[in-house]
């Protein structure tokens, strides 16, 4: 398994390649039998995008841990897929510089696993997710090509290969090298926790930061049985029990006049918001507590059941204190508990269901709670992962937010890469839900989720549409 | 029946404008729909067909049978200012779209080459990104989904509405540079910024090299400027080349920044424009590139910047060039042959450094391509991808040239 507990896999054989050279061999001797396979890295993924069946393959990338190149004037590293997210921080962090993306899972999950996911984290509302931080990646096809693509600036070969494929899931092939762009760590840092009354105030105290044109490094939310549940941990971060929700929000910069100036920006609409009290971290340690709390969350939350759905999901954030309530009732409904910590400022929301998966009952309220949470973000306008990835699990929503055609484009752009679809089978795209993209075409305009807006601007008015089934 | 016949009876009357000077048939549709219906027509028919956005400057010069104008689709169904997301047609012209943006207090920050009325959809087709690039990143930085009609008729929606999406493979950015290649971009939707409150440009003229330094010192004093742009004399209209330092953002960072800047800069005089000044200097370096016939970019890592520069005077003249140093990326305009541009784009090459033509009349185009000098094993993807979203290649587009 992965990081998701709600499935399961065995694969007949685990291969463990020590270089890339020994990588290449495996795959190329993989192609010669036709045999399928699933590259993975640290496992930590949340959708079950690293499990492999029996009849295929895996092929862990852990071993390939080498940072290959750090070349601090150009801002930027060569990686082997296996480094770890924060050991390429730290290593970059003597040269005043770091790795943006922070995923909370980043003392584990690999780069290649992040690229694979295009993964984000808490400062990714500022710094932009692992596709914006790809400049150029090697790539080993599923036949035992190698490809380069993208180049040391960043600028492509042609058409954005690199682009296509991060967040392609290990669908397009095994990303084998990896240049990543840095950045300049900020010289200063204000970290703020604002508490309040209810979900509803915290939503809009968000929308006020954003509408102010403010982009905080970071910009997150944990709701009441988050709070208890950190509170109660050994990761206790001194937040506010009784309030139902606490903002943490972070500004960072190169400059400190600039930074103090927009500290008290912040802070001041976060009271005009609502906010209870708002408390600016005095010191580094006072810092590394508040946003302990946030990065163990999850951790945390372990400690309330024995299994824990992590949910992910986006929505406009206007939209989030009315999404939030939703999600409350949704949870009163099958009487689960749901946890809610997520990135406030992207409309990325991470709304968690602790549970014991030995009890089916409960297992089949989980599923039932999950499925009606995704249709109230799609329905504001939302979509069915943010940043987690659509693996096995989400296979069924997928439906849900693109039509058949769409999803018979990205299946026919996975066979470009991947022909006899060998690597990472049966993940991401519904196969089953697909139009064929080799049969006669038809227009059909439209994402499922659209307004009447949307529709009344683009009159479907000819005969070959076909109905959305 | 004639071409135009069955597209008359297709689309009706009102999609077909006068033709271009070559006389190829120009067909408006007027919705992502008749988009789709045109091209699946043509897929069936063997038609070739070019695509134009607003036709103002790369010239509508190819062979084919029909040009397809995006021009009616020129909707912006939907601004959110406060969700900074909004969605637009990709005909409209962006001039237009910065307008409407504005006055819902909404930001797109990309300041693409070329005149005001380029369209959205040729800006992400090509995906030329301006000095803006420096603090906000290439153009697929700003794209939350398009949809796209493929060249045989499919209607293919890639991507969302909101901030972060990770549903599916990331097709939009396929579709960002692809010159058109893998398919018509109908729709665009976009990410957004509030109208920076403060918006400054500063400029300091000196001698290239001096330039580049002042540049560096400026990224290692740690300011983060929207833009921060050399540009070559004739381009500038200045005496000497110019360093153009945009600061755009809230009062209190462009303020501090403002004065890290003059901190920074020791004793080198920056000297401030007036808000219609800045306009001007900004607008005139974007149309600049409009002047001569053939435009293209490079991309290098940034301590390249100079050695690159210093090439391109050495091949080919260093007369209208603008540069994000710290980005690594050097537009250039002006006159090449296919032979100069062909070594020029060779010995590139052998630097690790793709060029990326992005305009030119057909005969050079059509020989140079958009794209070429692929890397290892990339060839066989590109052309697996044309052939999936144009299987009948009814989509003339120069990709990699002759
Ligand atoms: C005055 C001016 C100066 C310019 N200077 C530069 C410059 O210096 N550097 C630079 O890089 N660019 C420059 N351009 C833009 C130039 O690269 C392109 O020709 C630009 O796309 C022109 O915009 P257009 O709306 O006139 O589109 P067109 O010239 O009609 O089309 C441009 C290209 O995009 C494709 N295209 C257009 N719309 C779509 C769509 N919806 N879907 C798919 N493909 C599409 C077309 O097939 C064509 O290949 C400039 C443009 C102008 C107007
Ligand atoms: C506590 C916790 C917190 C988390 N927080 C975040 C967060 O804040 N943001 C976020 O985005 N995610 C988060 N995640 C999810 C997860 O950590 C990320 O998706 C991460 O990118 C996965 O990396 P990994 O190395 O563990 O990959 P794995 O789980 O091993 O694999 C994930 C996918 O990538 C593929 N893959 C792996 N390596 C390669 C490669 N080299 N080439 C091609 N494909 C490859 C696999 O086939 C699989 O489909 C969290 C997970 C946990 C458990």
């Keep these: 398994m992965d990081g998701l507990p709600t499935h399961r896999r065995l694969p007949d054989l685990v291969v463990l390649p020590g270089t890339r050279e020994e990588l290449i061999a495996v795959v190329r001797l993989l192609a010669a039998h036709d045999v399928p396979f699933v590259p993975r890295g640290a496992g930590t993924g949340l959708s079950g995008g690293a499990l492999a069946d029996e009849g295929s393959v895996l092929i862990v990338l852990t071993r390939l841990n080498r940072i290959l190149k750090m070349d601090a004037g150009n801002r930027a590293a060569i990686v082997e897929p296996g480094v770890v997210n924060a050991k390429l921080s730290a290593a970059a962090q003597p040269h005043?510089?770091?790795?943006?993306?922070?995923?909370?899972?980043?003392?584990?999950?690999?780069?290649?696993?992040?690229?694979a996911e295009n993964a984000g984290g808490p400062h990714c509302l500022k710094y932009g997710v692992t596709a914006n931080h790809v400049l150029a990646l090697e790539l080993l096809l599923a036949d035992g090509t190698m490809v380069e693509s993208g180049s040391p600036g960043g600028e492509p070969w042609g058409p954005d290969l690199v682009g296509l494929f991060v967040g392609s899931e290990g669908n397009f092939g095994i990303a084998t090298k990896i240049t990543v762009r840095l950045t300049p760590l900020p010289r200063a840092v204000r970290t703020m926790l604002a508490d309040f009354n209810g979900l509803r105030t915290a939503g809009e105290a968000v929308s006020a930061i954003i509408a102010a044109g403010i982009v905080p490094a970071a910009l997150e939310m944990m709701d009441q049985s988050c709070i208890a549940a950190v509170e109660d941990s050994v990761y206790a971060a001194g937040y506010p029990r009784d309030a139902a929700a606490v903002l943490l929000v972070e500004l960072d910069g190169r400059n400190e006049a600039g930074v103090i100036a927009e500290t008290e920006a912040v802070a001041e609409l976060l009271r005009k918001s609502?906010?209870?009290?708002?408390?600016?971290a005095a010191s580094e340690a006072e810092r590394e507590r508040l946003w302990q709390g946030r990065k163990k969350a999850f951790g945390a939350m372990g400690r309330?059941?024995?299994?824990?759905?992590?949910?992910?999901?986006?929505?406009?954030?206007?939209?989030?204190?009315q999404v939030l309530e939703t999600i409350c009732t949704i949870?009163?409904?099958?009487d689960l508990v749901v946890s809610n910590v997520f990135h406030a400022g992207d409309g990325n929301l991470h709304p968690n269901i602790s549970f014991d998966a030995t009890d089916p009952a409960l297992k089949q309220r989980v599923e039932a709670a999950s499925a009606e949470i995704m249709s109230t973000c799609i329905a504001a306008g939302g979509t069915i992962t943010g940043e987690h990835g659509v693996g096995i699990d989400k296979l069924r929503y997928m439906p849900l937010i693109f039509d058949p055609e769409?999803?018979?484009?990205?299946?026919?752009?996975?066979r470009v890469f991947d022909p006899k679809e060998r690597v990472n089978p049966g993940k991401v795209v519904p196969v089953h839900a697909c139009r064929e993209w080799t049969s006669i075409r038809s227009a059909k305009f439209g994402m499922r989720n659209d307004d009447r807006q949307f529709n009344s601007a683009f009159p479907i008015s000819h005969s070959t549409l076909e109905p959305v089934p | 029946m004639t071409i135009l016949e069955k597209v008359t009876a297709l689309l009706g009357e009102g999609a077909v404008l006068e033709p271009s000077t070559d006389r190829v048939p120009r067909i408006a549709p007027g919705s992502p729909d008749a988009v789709a219906l045109l091209l699946g027509t043509a897929h069936q028919e063997g038609w070739r067909v070019r695509i134009e956005g607003a036709g103002t400057w790369l010239q509508s010069d190819a062979p084919a049978d029909l040009a397809l104008t995006t021009r009616r689709l020129d909707r912006i169904p939907a601004v959110e200012p406060a969700d900074l997301t909004a969605t637009a047609e990709a005909g409209i012209g962006l001039d237009q779209l910065r307008q409407q943006l504005a006055d819902r207090g909404a930001w797109l920050s990309i300041d693409p080459p070329g005149l005001a009325g380029r369209t959205l959809g040729s800006i992400v087709a090509t995906a030329t990104a301006g000095p803006l690039r420096h603090g906000f990143g290439p153009i697929k930085d700003h794209l939350l989904g398009v949809t796209f009609v493929t060249g045989d008729g499919r209607m293919v929606q890639s991507g969302g509405r909101v901030m972060k999406n990770v549903a599916g493979y990331d097709l939009t950015r396929l579709q960002a540079g692809g010159f058109g290649a893998f398919g018509v971009i109908v729709l665009v939707h976009l990410r957004l910024r509030t109208l920076p409150r403060a918006d400054v440009t500063y400029l300091l003229e000196g001698a290239r090299e001096d330039l580049t330094q002042v540049g560096e010192d400026i990224a290692a004093a740690g300011l983060t400027p929207a833009a921060l742009e050399l540009v070559s004399p004739a381009l500038a209209r200045r005496e000497r080349w110019v360093l153009g330092v945009r600061l755009a953002g809230s009062p209190a960072l462009v303020a501090a920044d403002e004065a890290g800047l003059r901190a920074a800069s020791g004793?080198?005089?920056?000297?401030?424009?007036?808000?219609?000044?800045?306009?001007?200097?900004?607008?005139?370096?974007a149309e600049g590139f409009a002047v001569r016939p053939v435009t293209f970019r490079i991309g290098g890592v940034p301590s390249a910047s100079d050695e690159l520069l210093d090439l391109l005077q050495h091949q080919l003249g260093d007369e209208w060039i603008s540069a994000s140093p710290a980005a690594g990326a050097i537009r250039w305009t002006g006159d090449a042959t296919i032979d100069r541009l062909q070594r020029l784009r060779r010995t590139l090459a052998g630097l690790e450094v793709p060029l990326t033509l992005e305009r030119a009349p057909w005969p050079l185009r059509g020989a140079v391509g958009h794209f070429g000098a692929y890397r290892e094993g990339v060839g066989p993807l590109v052309a697996g991808l044309r052939r999936t979203f144009d299987p009948g290649s009814a989509l003339v587009v120069a990709t990699e040239g002759s």
């Design chain 1, 331 to 334: 949870a009163k409904r099958y």
């Design chain 1, 96 to 115: 005043g510089l770091q790795y943006a993306p922070d995923p909370s899972s980043q003392s584990a999950c690999t780069i290649g696993g992040n690229v």
């Design chain 1, 274 to 280: 609502g906010a209870r009290s708002v408390r600016i």
């Design chain 1, 304 to 321: 309330l059941s024995r299994d824990l759905v992590v949910q992910d999901a986006v929505v406009p954030r206007s939209a989030l204190p």
């Design chain 1, 406 to 414: 769409s999803l018979g484009a990205m299946q026919a752009v996975r």
């Design chain 2, 267 to 285: 004793g080198a005089r920056f000297m401030p424009l007036r808000a219609e000044e800045a306009h001007a200097f900004w607008m005139r370096l």
